[in-house]
């Protein structure tokens, strides 16, 4: 797939990175981007707030320390029609005084579904990304199922990520201290070799309600694909206890890439999980250091990506999963 569009490649998403403390106007700058998904009729939009990151003004964002606890990265995700996703791409420009906007093609992956196996971390040219979006919890929640799915087939790895706000099936639906959230959006994230999802995807299909498949690549072959994109997001899924040193994989990995100058990071933190040959496991109530999967996500020039990639191989522990893939359209807002 690479970057490469196909007769399914029939959707755009926009992933738009920015600040909790950022406004519009007299408002928060979520509320604003939440409203205007809604508005315009996305197919499916989550706000997630991140753990750690930084933008291109190298300010460092984090919810780990209360004097900084709020202003934690954002990232909204927005899936729909080009026509609708392009707009809103253009509603959120006029809006937001900064921040990262990146714009790609993705596959509508409704009815995807195959029986081949594949083996774990297969970097062959049908490496894809998927997404499975569906309410937190609940009867029609896919999220445990396809995490499960994922490891029985054997993709290389899967993430459960919350949203606080978002979109489903043209709704808003907003996470409330004092309630259930069952009906807030959330998103597992997998990547593995395309046979491998697809058989997954045979097993949830129907509980869904939407997915999306991407085309990413390994290190192998990231030269010869990934370097003819507008950009290059680099992707590293790790656990928020691994470590190499006395500091987290993930924290070390945003903070090198903040020191050597790259354009920006978030790390996602997720509450359900595997990577290569470990169980799937997650959040447990009152413990101090958490065994949950962590994302940290790096969008550069691809020149810049190629640095970036290969200082998350020298981090990554084992079981830990890479990956790049190009990027249609990244705007620097500032």
């Known amino acids: 797939m690479g970057g490469g569009g196909d007769a399914r490649d029939a959707l755009l998403q926009m992933r738009f990175h920015f600040g909790e403390r950022d406004r519009d106007g007299d408002g928060p700058l979520e509320s604003a981007v939440m409203d205007a998904c809604a508005r315009r009729g996305v197919r499916a939009a989550a706000l997630v707030r991140a753990v750690e990151g930084f933008g291109a003004k190298h300010r460092l964002r984090t919810d780990r320390l ?61 490496l894809v990304k998927v997404t499975v979006w569906g309410p937190r919890t609940g009867p029609t929640a896919p999220h445990l199922g396809a995490v499960a799915a994922l ?24 996470a409330r201290f004092v309630a259930g959230n069952r009906g807030v959006p959330a998103m597992t994230v997998g990547v593995g070799n395309r046979a491998a999802v697809e058989a997954a995807l045979g097993e949830v299909d129907g509980a869904a309600h ?50 050597e100058g790259a354009a920006g990071a978030t790390a996602l933190r997720g509450v359900w999980g595997y990577r290569g040959e470990g169980e799937p496991h997650g959040d447990r109530v009152l413990a101090l250091r958490r065994d949950v999967p962590v994302a ?39």
Do not use: F, K, M, N
């Not at 054997?154 to 907003?174: K, M, P």
């Not at 994989?249 to 890439?257: R, T």
């Not at 290969?310 to 890479?322: K, T, W, Y």
């Open 151 to 174: 490891r029985r087939h054997r993709a290389a790895a899967a993430t459960v990520v919350l949203g606080v706000d978002g979109v489903l099936e043209g709704e808003r639906r907003r």
């Open 66 to 126: 209360l004097s900084l606890s709020e202003d934690a990265p954002l990232v909204a995700v927005a899936v729909g029609e080009p026509g609708v996703v392009e707009g809103l791409v253009e509603e959120v420009r006029g809006i937001a005084a900064e921040g990262l906007i990146v714009v790609e093609g993705v596959e509508d992956g409704e009815g995807t579904g195959g029986a081949a196996e594949g083996a774990i971390g297969d970097g062959g040219p049908d």
């Open 210 to 259: 939407l997915v999306t498949v991407e085309g990413v690549e390994t290190y192998s072959r990231y030269t010869r694909v990934c370097l003819h994109g507008e950009a290059t997001r680099v992707t590293l899924v790790t656990s928020e206890v691994a470590a190499r040193s006395r500091h987290p994989v993930y924290l070390e990995l945003v903070h090198q890439l903040r020191r």
């Open 296 to 334: 940290v996500e790096v969008v550069d020039a691809p020149d810049r990506a190629g640095r970036w990639l290969e200082l998350a191989r020298s981090l990554a522990c084992e079981d830990d999963v890479v990956y790049a893939q190009p990027v249609r359209r990244a705007i620097t807002l500032a």
